[in-house]
């Protein structure tokens, strides 16, 4: 619906797309991502291979979006931009009212840093550190520091229901603790935006249902907004809206609130 | 900031901690290039201290002259000819020199009832003792009166008072010279060390009035002629040697028969022409020894850039981590500098501690003197931070360049 919308607008007038993106999404007030005809292409052996072709989608704040596809259908390219870690060939990516497409380096690691959080596959644990040093890691980057940075850790350690962990080393816990301990690095600094790149691709059932509980969890009670990146439907089923990706371009998009109750 | 700088600090400390044996590797490389600079700088400055001291007392201000040696052997028509009395009295009447004593001398047994001894009788005169940085130790010099005497005195080195009077008071005492019979007048305090004495023994020597020497001892042409081997002239000061070396050769030349466009048949040696070679040649000895500190110290630079670069793609997860959460490229610049930097600076500790060990070791043997003053110190350890700012800049910079993407997917 918001995909009708923003379809063929300018470029310019950011803050117009968002009053009316914001006005045709029923929940909640403002979106918290707006992308517009987004594309990227890479070149592969000679042949151009179209990783995004013109995605344009809203979220709005509050939102637990899934995105499935199989490999090579673009979803991670399209984590990636909305990271920040990617810049598109044309098109923007407007994220809770920031602009990340125009970013300078520096504001881009600020942006990164304090508007969003990163859950990935493989945890991505500092091996030598214990669970609280590995939450607060984000913490370090923050500019004016933040003193009371041991405190917020705790805190997000107890929010993910491993408050007494927080001096095992990462080889010390299970999979599933890891990924809460990650999961707890990508709150510690209060995050607009979660983004989960395959969760529990490294996960037994039983753990990535714990997981994903977590997730619907911090969705509900503290109004997160999740994007979660995964090619496993049943995954998907704990998102209130699920959107369905190939050959770059989004095919389906629908929402799923009322069975995830 | 102090605290980021801080955890910056603690941070690398860890990582390096974490490898111990590469980063003790890596630091050997710094430890032996800063223990070299500091101990070539050491030497250098020991040397140069060497050289102060060696131009201390009169040697500075001095001129020496002896007669021509080689052209005399070679050649038929001019043959080798020695210095004499008359011409050391007109240079003693110079201005500007403030002492002027000949020395004449020859190898003659000394002897007593009890022993006898080898020594190098010397035939000099009142200058003689400050001209040579020698003091009087007991009894009385010899004074002009005793070379007009031809007074049979004799003043004694210490090496003779030692061998001769076995350490007893010698002044009084009658001697034998040959056969010639002298009377001890005085001793002469133990020669001062001037650090490039090579081991001869500067205090085995009779001084007796020249005019003696010559009349009882040596004989023949010597006395015709009056014949001195040497002079050595003193200044005033450094500035004046110069004029009193252009007014000893033109009273040399006519004395001698020479006009301004012969070549001399005498030779001058004038201390201040050495002293500017002494310069050289310290200056020269430093370059080489910095230079060679200055290799092994990039050697060391190299290696710490060989493992920051290994490091950097070893964790070039961990920085495509650090980076998606909120890591900027300085942030990242900095923990590897700050590594870098905290190798050359626990080498440069270390390596310090280890130049100063080899010298209180006395490996350099008492030859070679090191001043381990704090200037040098400073110089040593400064040279190793430089190293970890250039050779680890590379590295991390690179790091802090990486793609995040990439980073993140890098196994």
């Known amino acids: 619906m918001g995909k009708q919308v923003v379809q063929g607008a300018a470029r310019a007038g950011a803050q117009a797309r968002l009053a009316r993106a914001s006005a045709m999404t029923p929940t909640k007030t403002l979106p918290m991502i707006q992308t517009v005809d987004l594309s990227k292409s890479y070149s592969l052996g000679g042949s151009t291979v179209h990783a995004l072709d013109g995605v344009t989608l809203a979220v709005a704040a509050g939102e637990f979006v899934a995105v499935i596809g199989s490999s090579g259908s673009g979803k991670s390219t399209l984590m990636n931009m909305l990271g920040g870690l990617d810049q598109p060939d044309s098109g923007s990516v407007i994220i809770d009212g920031k602009n990340v497409g125009s970013l300078k380096p520096r504001d881009l690691a600020a942006y990164r840093g304090e508007t969003l959080g990163f859950v990935f596959q493989q945890f991505q644990l500092m091996p030598r550190r214990n669970a609280l040093a590995n939450v607060m890691l984000p913490l370090q980057y923050r500019r004016p520091g933040v003193p009371d940075g041991e405190a917020r850790a705790q805190a997000a350690l107890d929010a993910v229901g491993l408050g007494d962990r927080g001096h095992h080393k990462p080889t010390e816990l299970s999979g599933g603790q890891q990924q809460r301990v990650a999961i707890a690095r990508a709150l510690v600094g209060s995050p607009s935006l979660l983004l989960a790149d395959e969760p529990t691709g490294a996960l037994d059932s039983r753990t990535s249902a714990e997981i994903m509980d977590l997730l619907v969890t911090l969705n509900r009670n503290d109004g997160l907004t999740i994007v979660l990146i995964t090619h496993d439907l049943e995954v998907a089923d704990y998102a209130s809206r699920v959107i369905t990706m190939s050959d770059g371009k989004i095919i389906s998009d629908e929402p799923r609130s009322v069975e995830a109750a | ?411």
């Open chain 2, 1 to 411: 900031m102090a605290v980021p700088g801080l955890r910056l600090v603690f941070n690398a400390f860890g990582s390096l901690a974490e490898r111990p044996m590469r980063t003790l590797l890596t630091m050997l490389g710094i430890i032996i290039g800063v223990a070299a600079v500091y101990t070539m700088l050491a030497i250098g400055e020991g040397t140069q201290k060497k050289i102060l001291e060696s131009l201390d007392g009169t040697q500075a201000r001095s001129i020496t002259v002896f007669p021509n040696w080689t052209r005399g052997r070679s050649s038929q028509k001019r043959p080798y000819r020695r210095l004499n009395e008359a011409d050391l009295l007109e240079v003693r009447a110079l201005p500007g020199v403030e002492a002027a004593t000949g020395n004449l001398s020859r190898e003659y047994p000394v002897i007593t009832d009890a022993t006898d001894w080898s020594s190098d009788i010397r035939g000099t005169d009142q200058d003689y003792l400050f001209a040579n940085d020698f003091e009087l130790e007991a009894g009385r010099d010899i004074t002009e009166t005793d070379l007009a005497r031809k007074e049979t005195f004799a003043v004694l080195g210490q090496t003779v008072v030692k061998n001769v009077f076995g350490g007893q008071y010698p002044v009084g005492a009658k001697i034998k010279i040959s056969n010639v019979p002298f009377t001890v007048i005085g001793t002469v305090a133990k020669a001062p060390e001037t650090g490039w004495s090579n081991g001869r023994d500067r205090d085995n020597f009779v001084l007796v009035p020249r005019s003696t020497l010559r009349d009882r001892l040596v004989g023949g042409d010597y006395l015709v002629r009056n014949h001195v081997n040497q002079y050595r002239i003193i200044g005033e000061n450094q500035k004046v040697l110069d004029r009193i070396e252009e007014d000893l050769d033109a009273i040399l030349r006519r004395s001698r028969g020479l006009s301004a466009a012969d070549a001399p048949d005498f030779r001058v040696l004038n201390f201040s022409a050495n002293r500017q070679q002494y310069a050289e040649t310290q200056r020269t000895l430093s370059l080489l020894l910095a230079t060679m500190g200055i290799v092994s110290l990039v050697v060391g630079g190299v290696g710490v850039m060989n493992i920051m670069l290994v490091s950097v793609t070893e964790r070039t997860r961990e920085i495509g981590l650090r980076m998606s959460l909120g890591a900027r490229r300085s942030d990242i610049l900095s923990q590897f500098l700050t590594e870098a930097l905290l190798i050359c600076i626990l080498s440069g500790l270390i390596g310090l501690g280890v130049g100063y060990g080899v010298s209180t070791l006395g490996l350099g043997g008492d030859d070679i003197e090191m001043i381990f003053a704090p200037e040098i110190a400073i110089l040593a350890f400064g040279s190793a931070v430089l190293v970890g700012v250039v050779f680890g800049y590379l590295p991390a910079h690179s790091a802090s360049r990486l793609n995040p993407v990439e980073a993140l997917r890098h196994e």
